[in-house]
């Protein structure tokens, strides 16, 4: 019983790291392709503004916060953010919930 016990615990163990490891590939894969989408939507933003001769030092500068922030999100860069952690690109990508206030029936 004693060794059935720990070959089920080991099993166990072993499936939690396994679970663990394959949301970290998923959620990777997830933060790479919307570092993508918010690439392609920066470089959309500054050609369009470019090309109307809007290209201002505010929107300049923004779009560089911008890019750095996408750095940060992306898990094939990794730039170092010292005000947002690891934890926080999560918030970032779920989607909330409206609160309904209104009963159904």
């Known amino acids: 019983m004693e060794e059935e016990e720990k070959i089920r615990k080991e099993f166990q163990k072993k499936r939690e790291v396994e679970l663990q490891r394959t949301k970290e590939l998923f959620n990777n894969a997830i933060y790479h392709n919307k570092a993508k989408i918010v690439r392609e939507y920066l470089n959309e933003l500054e ?43 999560e918030d970032l990508i779920q989607i909330k919930k409206k609160e309904n206030n209104f009963y159904r029936y």
């Open 47 to 89: 050609t369009k503004a470019s090309l109307n001769n809007q290209l201002t030092i505010e929107l300049q500068d923004w779009l560089k916060w911008a890019k750095d922030k996408t750095d940060w999100f992306d898990p094939m860069i990794k730039k170092e953010d010292i005000l947002l952690y690891e934890s926080d690109k």
